[in-house]
Nanobody, 114 residues
Framework: QVQLVESGGGSVQEGGSLRLSCAAS????????MYWYRQAPGKQRELVAT???????NIADSVKGRFTISRDNAKKAVYLQMNSLKPEDTAVYYC????????WGQGTQVTVSS
């Protein structure tokens, strides 16, 4: 079955960096676009970054210039590099793939303190 496992979250000071990883299994990874979402307490889940099968990326305006998304098809992994982190980036970050339904990882907590 499809499984997505995120890692790399943690607590950092404002201005710090984190790199999130998502390991996928149960899919032919190279055939699918991959997504990173986040959900802050009391807020709706929002799309942060997208990477297509060809490697084209789209980054939400709120994090543009600070976050980058990449993928390694050989490792079946997608990454989110987060730099210049701000307290408003505090959220649970989720990896997502869209087949006939959406599949989600368990999420990884990112906490940014000022």
């Amino acid at each position: 079955q499809v499984q997505l496992v995120e890692s790399g979250g943690g607590s950092v000071q404002e201005g710090g960096s984190l790199r999130l990883s998502c390991a996928a299994s149960g899919i032919i990874f190279r055939l699918y676009a991959m997504y990173w979402y986040r959900q802050a307490p009391g807020k709706q889940r929002e799309l942060v970054a997208t990477i297509t099968t060809g490697g084209s990326t789209n980054i939400a305006d709120s994090v543009k210039g600070r976050f980058t998304i990449s993928r390694d098809n050989a490792k079946k992994a997608v990454y989110l590099q987060m730099n210049s982190l701000k307290p408003e980036d505090t959220a649970v970050y989720y990896c997502n793939v869209k087949l006939s339904v959406d599949y989600w990882g368990q999420g990884t907590q990112v906490t940014v303190s000022s």
